[in-house]
């Protein structure tokens, strides 16, 4: 009996460790510094594959390219994995994928009829206006 109890307690220490590991692993995906031109957001990640696999390939730096007056793109040298859903609505600050390898930034509110894996967002996203802007991911 008191070998059971010895391993049962063992168990519990570990499993605990263990799930203290994972929470850590995931409160530091969770919330990250990204630099937009010479100003940093935070960028709050969803939990998914594709955040996953994209943090993987930090850092990540590039020039986004204007587009239709509401959004930056950026095409990323490799594929990510997808779950494309159409949200029928963006809001500034939303950081999608669209397709397996184009990163998109809105900086606009608007109704969509395209399909995207959610990536994350940036509350603090500032006015970019209709240039390209320069952006970096560290880890």
């Known amino acids: 009996m008191k070998k059971v109890i010895i391993i049962l307690v063992i168990v519990m220490i570990l499993g605990g460790c263990l799930a203290n ?4 692993t995931k409160e530091n995906r969770e919330t990250m510094k990204v630099k937009i031109n010479d100003t940093n957001v935070t960028i709050d990640w969803e939990d998914n594959e594709t ?3 994209l943090l993987k390939h930090l850092p990540l730096s590039g020039e986004m390219q204007e587009l239709n007056g509401n959004e930056k793109y ?14 029928q609505e963006i809001k500034t600050g939303d950081v999608y994928l669209y ?6 930034i ?20 500032p006015n ?5 802007i320069s952006l970096t991911i560290e880890k």
Do not use: M, R, W
């Not at 590991?21 to 850590?24: C, M, Y």
């Open 51 to 53: 955040v996953s696999e």
């Open 99 to 104: 397709g397996n390898n184009c990163l998109v």
């Open 106 to 125: 809105f900086y606009q509110d608007f109704a969509t009829s395209y399909s995207y894996t959610k990536i994350g967002h940036i509350s603090d996203l």
């Open 21 to 24: 590991k994972k929470e850590e």
């Open 128 to 132: 970019i206006g209709q240039e390209n």
């Open 74 to 87: 950026l095409y990323l040298d490799y594929s990510l994995p997808t779950a494309s859903f159409n949200p």
